[in-house]
């Protein structure tokens, strides 16, 4: 068996709030990456997969576990270890050579052997001829190009990717996978791993061999895949659409438990999903015959597994859709709220709220116990920020202000941003 390069064991992160509280972004990651694998990291929005990636470079500290590089604890970045980011991070000042040679000069190089080293690089990855270009200069897709020979050009032994292809276009970012499989396969990088985080199912099962799989909040590990499957990878072949439904199957399946009481002491999560989208989900999917194959929903829709999750989720939370063996079936609720006019979907949508929803209930009850019946948004989010961190309890508050307008629960003053009882 493959050596193994990079281990965590009970990899954990928070955050301190107010209160003397802790928020979890990430919770007990145990995982192992040998010799030569490519893994990918997939999970929903707040799963903390960019957040596992710095850790794993040695960018963040982790709060309790560790990390183990070859057996020995990882305490700082690596030369061996490299990065290639979502947003290219390149210097404009620099040219294309410059901005590659740099991380070579850093470790001592001197200029003849970093720049013989960089050209040879940026040759591999189709960029001779650029040198002396800037990164203005370039197109999306080729300034990724440059990103990642400066990350090979120091030969590491493990390469990180945190959704390298995300900013580009459908086109480039495939003919960009294309290049990666072949320079991977073909051993033109001197690596032994790559750690590829991605929320695109199909680049994962495309490039991957693995796939773990992580819940949210906090994220923890919810799979850990193995995509056996050989190259060159054909998306429609039944072998990798049966993995990729797969892995949705994984991604989209429910908590066990009640959905806002997910575990002892844990606020539930409202999904980032606005009501005029999740109607028209559940309204799309009931009129396919209320069962659609979760997969093949995104892919006739055009959508990456963190926009259609959210929706999906929030018709869960609502009872009015389920998700059962990678398909979203529409319950009766469901079906009767899609045949409901506006004023009977309101009706439907308020009860479903009231009762499942925390966040709603816990409003009403403030706005009900007041004199004015009327707070302040600062009051809940000043009580969302016991569990989210501030950003996340305004998304949290918002989602909330959305389904309890649309449901004529309370309503909202833009001005003085305040919730009230009409």
């Known amino acids: 068996m493959a050596e193994i390069i990079l281990e965590t064991k009970g990899l954990?992160?928070?955050?301190?709030?107010?209160g003397g509280k802790e928020l979890s972004v990430l919770e007990d990651i145990t995982i192992q990456v040998r010799e030569g694998e490519f893994v990918s990291i997939l999970g929903p929005s707040g799963a903390g997969k960019s957040t596992l990636l710095r850790i794993l470079v040695g960018l963040t500290t982790p709060s309790k576990g560790e990390i183990l590089y070859h057996g020995i604890p990882l305490t700082k970045a690596q030369p061996k270890i490299a990065m290639v980011f979502q947003s290219f991070a390149l210097f404009p000042w620099l040219t294309v050579l410059e901005n590659v040679e740099l991380g070579l000069k850093s470790y001592g190089f001197t200029d003849p052997a970093a720049k013989e080293k960089s050209v040879k690089m940026l040759d591999v990855v189709g960029l001779d001829g650029f040198e002396d270009a800037y990164p203005r200069e370039l197109s999306g897709g080729m300034r990724q190009r440059v990103g990642i020979a400066r990350a090979?050009?120091?030969?590491?032994?493990?390469l990180f990717m945190d959704e390298p292809f995300s900013a580009l276009d459908i086109l480039t970012a495939e003919n960009l996978r294309g290049e990666l499989t072949d320079l991977w396969l073909k051993k033109e990088m001197p690596i032994k791993s790559i750690i590829f985080v991605t929320h695109n199912i199909e680049?994962?099962?495309?490039?991957?061999?693995?796939?773990?799989?992580l819940s949210h909040n906090p994220g923890r590990v919810k799979a850990d895949v193995f995509i056996d499957l050989p190259h060159e990878r054909d998306k429609n072949s039944r072998d990798f659409k049966y993995t990729v439904d797969r892995i949705f199957t994984?991604?989209?399946?429910?908590?066990?438990?009640?959905?806002?009481?997910?575990?002892?002491?844990?606020?539930?999560?409202?999904?980032?999903?606005?009501?005029?989208?999740?109607?028209?989900?559940?309204?799309?999917?009931?009129?396919?015959?209320?069962?659609?194959?979760?997969?093949v929903l995104a892919s006739d829709l055009s959508m990456e597994v963190d926009d259609i999750?959210?929706?999906?989720?929030?018709?869960?939370?609502?009872?009015?859709g389920e998700i059962r063996e990678g398909d979203f079936i529409i319950t009766d609720k469901g079906g009767e709220f899609s045949e409901a006019d506006t004023l009977?979907?309101?009706?439907l949508f308020r009860d479903t709220a009231l009762h499942n929803i925390q966040l709603l209930k816990q409003i009403m009850q403030v706005l009900q116990s007041t004199s004015k019946r009327r707070m302040t948004e600062d009051f809940f989010i000043d009580v969302?920020?016991?569990?989210?961190?501030?950003?996340?309890?305004?998304?949290?508050?918002?989602?909330?202000?959305?389904?309890?307008?649309?449901?004529?629960l309370f309503a909202y003053d833009y001005d003085s941003g305040e919730l009230y009882l009409e």
């Open 12 to 18: 954990t992160k928070s955050y301190p709030m107010s």
């Open 250 to 295: 994984i991604l989209t399946k429910p908590a066990k438990e009640v959905p806002f009481l997910l575990e002892k002491e844990r606020y539930q999560f409202l999904p980032h999903g606005k009501v005029g989208a999740i109607a028209g989900l559940i309204e799309l999917v009931h009129d396919k015959g209320d069962r659609v194959d979760i997969s």
């Open 384 to 408: 969302l920020e016991n569990h989210f961190t501030t950003e996340e309890a305004w998304n949290q508050l918002e989602t909330a202000i959305d389904w309890g307008r649309y449901a004529e």
């Open 344 to 347: 009977m979907k309101k009706d």
């Open 309 to 320: 999750f959210p929706l999906i989720e929030a018709a869960g939370f609502l009872g009015f």
């Open 203 to 213: 680049e994962a099962a495309f490039l991957a061999g693995r796939a773990i799989i």
């Open 152 to 158: 090979l050009v120091i030969e590491p032994e493990i």
